[in-house]
């Protein structure tokens, strides 16, 4: 249904290390244009902020003198020419801090770098029971997700499925809610409020932590530089993973379960086509040193591991109001599960059944 799904068709062979965590390791962010006016540099902040840009800023972001009065910034693309403006306006040091940086960017860097898979953003309509009632459905079904899907095992000996530096890698997903203030609908509304809901285990329920922010830049970044004219009519979704690249936006009312679950899926899937290009979605501007966070996350992860020993829960011997389903990660349709080391018996007698037959024929080509 998704052009995701034509990604396979890129490999016969592939790494089994997960899209999203792929991502994480291996992707850089595609860097935004940034158009200023030579007058810009008169301001000291601003002239010393383009001086350390690509050097001790790690912010992905390229800038150059533009030759209007205003500045303009831009989505990445290829052919500059072609590149859509996501803002233009006055440049000053408060005006680059929110182009760069939001409340809403740093959460999601947050969740990554803690190891979650994907954050899936709602961006809200402002029509309370209808943002809540997609909420609830989209949590639903990422709890259940949680709960049934698996990664593939990597391969130890495989050199292209090495892990880099970062969290601990795991199946886990949460939903960042992005509320329109003032009524307003549209990815480009004025200003936003960001509701952060930390993690919690299922059936527990967090409170909410509002913090009021413009994050109308966060949104239109999100929703893409060809976005789609439905979402500017009611609340829509997105995917997030790796180094803040959005997988997709689509409007709410037409992504239900089966969407959810093949975004999810193809994201823990093994990595199939390792080029960035060749997969598909946009990169976000964030304002996050990846691998300097990515180490720290990797010592904080180790270092769980040594200090915490917890026995594994318990599984319960009958449940048949809750049957377990299971999901199964492979790196390519119709793989074999690997079977146990020591073999079935039923495997076993084939095996011996098939050496038999195999000396009788060597024996009376023999004789």
Known sequence: MFAWLCCVAFSAECCTVPVFRYGLDNWQADAYRLEFPAAALQDGKLADFFRNLGTALPVNLEAKPGTGTEARLLFPHPEESKSPVVWTG??????????????????????????????????????????????????????????????????????????????????????????????????????????????????????????????????????????????????????????????????????????????????????????????????????VNWPEELQAAAEKASSAQTTTASPPAAIPKNNPTNEVQTVTITSAPGSAAAEPSGGSPKALWLGAAMCALVGLFLFARRS
């Not at 801090?97 to 947050?110: H, Q, V």
């Not at 809540?132 to 000996?157: H, M, S």
């Not at 997709?248 to 009312?253: D, K, Y």
């Open 90 to 287: 006055a440049l000053t040091p408060a005006s680059l801090a929110a182009l760069t940086d939001s409340p809403a960017r740093k959460e999601l860097a947050r969740r990554i770098l803690a190891g979650e898979s994907v954050v899936w953003v709602l961006a809200e309509s402002g029509n309370k029971a209808e943002d809540d009632a997609i909420a609830a459905r989209v949590e639903k079904r990422l709890r259940y997700l949680e709960q049934v899907a698996i990664l593939q095992p990597i391969d130890p000996n495989d050199p292209t499925s090495k892990l880099g530096p970062g969290p601990a890698l795991r199946v886990k997903f949460s939903l960042l809610r992005v509320a329109a203030l003032h009524g307003a609908r549209t990815p480009t509304s004025a200003a936003a409020l960001v509701r952060t809901e930390p993690a919690a285990d299922v059936g527990v329920r967090a409170p909410k932590q509002s913090a009021h922010a413009d994050e109308s830049l966060f949104l239109k970044m999100l929703a893409g530089p060809k976005p789609a004219a439905e979402l500017a009519t009611g609340p829509w979704l997105a995917a997030v993973f790796g180094r803040g690249r959005v997988l997709g936006a689509w409007p709410a009312a037409d992504f239900g379960d089966a969407e959810i679950e093949e975004a999810c899926l193809f994201l823990l899937g093994a990595c199939s086509c390792q080029v960035k290009r060749q997969n598909p979605g946009w990169d976000m501007l964030m304002n």
